[in-house]
């Protein structure tokens, strides 16, 4: 099974080096070469559902290409696994790769209609791709947009519960695995994974009983080294402890957020120290007021979301997290990018 991941993972580089050194204007020739004829891409809010390697170069690579030009792949994180997703034999929907980290270049034009610095700009990114033979089928892409606004003065929401910085790689340097991985160490890390789930699961449970939504922080260390690090999107933050991460971060969602269900995951799998997952959409939840920063809302929104984690022995030490809050904030009425356009005199009400 590591022959197969790691022919998936070289699929996905190849790809990567193919799309980062193709020429302007023909990325669509580039991506059609790497993907199946029905290629199904999925990315955040704008850019939603795509389908086909035209599409998908038209509307999402080419702009970015032409934006943050020449953009440099910096990766953190690069695993590969079987997708676990409604199968117990671990074969799911397929072998999935996933790579995580910035996409660094000059932001010398608009991009979204946010304007250009004309300095490097960070764009924060995990990518996910579901590999049939030797070409890619499905692709989930997640930007943290709201981040690019921050770095050209264009943040769009009150002030955040974490820390705002360019996101930390894992401290131990070992993410971007090239080379195969111990099968057992990808199951000891989805089984904390789960252990995880599982606590919080049961947190939720008394919250439901009791109508208090604190966990104690004893609950978290059983999971969680005391000196997780939680990097969250532009908007929420990172946080740093236990402790920390409890009044920056889980109290805010679970006290300001109402009515959650959880929606499942398209893919979700692991690699040595490394665990992963996206949904579209993961859950769906309202607003009780008080998250970001903004008022109650009647309207039930969903999120899509991608956790990446690292295991350091027996617990987990870090969480790399991705939520499509634009188009969490859409779905209730704040359209985001076009308050934007609107306060740059680039659209009229």
């Not at 998908?56 to 690069?78: C, G, H, K, T, W």
């Not at 930007?143 to 519960?161: C, E, F, K, N, R």
């Amino acid at each position: 099974m590591t022959t197969d991941l790691q022919h998936a993972k070289q699929v996905v580089l190849d790809y990567y080096a193919a799309i980062d050194n193709a020429p302007a204007g023909q990325l669509a020739s580039v991506v059609a070469d790497h993907t199946t004829d029905d290629y199904s891409w999925r990315g955040v809010h704008p850019f939603g559902e795509r389908h086909g390697a035209a599409e998908v170069a038209e509307v999402v690579l080419e702009p970015l290409r032409a934006a943050f030009s020449p953009i440099q792949r910096r990766p953190d994180v690069f695993l590969a696994g079987h997708n676990t997703v409604d199968d117990d034999t671990g074969d799911g929907r397929g072998v999935w790769v996933c790579q995580m980290g910035h996409l660094l270049g000059l932001f010398d034009q608009p991009w979204l209609d946010i304007p250009p610095t004309g300095q490097m700009c960070f764009l924060r990114f995990a990518e996910f791709h579901r590999v049939s033979g030797d070409v890619i089928a499905e692709s989930a892409l997640f930007l943290d947009v709201i981040s690019v606004m921050a770095q050209a003065g264009q943040y769009p929401l009150p002030p955040q519960t974490g820390a705002s910085r360019m996101h930390l790689g894992p401290l131990t340097h070992d993410g971007v695995m090239i080379d195969g991985q111990d099968p057992e160490r990808a199951a000891r890390t989805m089984a904390i994974v789960d252990k995880m789930i599982d606590d919080l699961s049961r947190a939720n449970e008394v919250a439901n009983t009791t109508g208090d939504d604190r966990v104690p922080p004893e609950a978290l260390a059983e999971s969680w080294h005391e000196d997780m690090i939680w990097s969250g999107p532009e908007g929420i933050g990172a946080t740093y402890t236990i402790r920390r991460y409890q009044h920056q971060h889980q109290y805010p969602f679970r006290f300001n957020l109402t009515d959650k269900h959880f929606n499942g995951h398209v893919a979700r799998f692991a690699e040595g120290n490394y665990a992963c997952f996206f949904g579209w959409p993961n859950l769906s939840n309202r607003a009780s007021g008080g998250f970001l920063g903004l008022p109650a809302g009647a309207t039930s929104a969903d999120m899509r979301v991608v956790d990446v984690y690292r295991r350091d022995g027996d617990k987990l030490a870090e969480n790399w997290v991705f939520i499509d809050l634009l188009y969490w904030l859409d779905q209730q009425g704040l359209d985001v990018l076009a308050r934007m356009r609107q306060l740059l005199n680039k659209e009229s009400f």
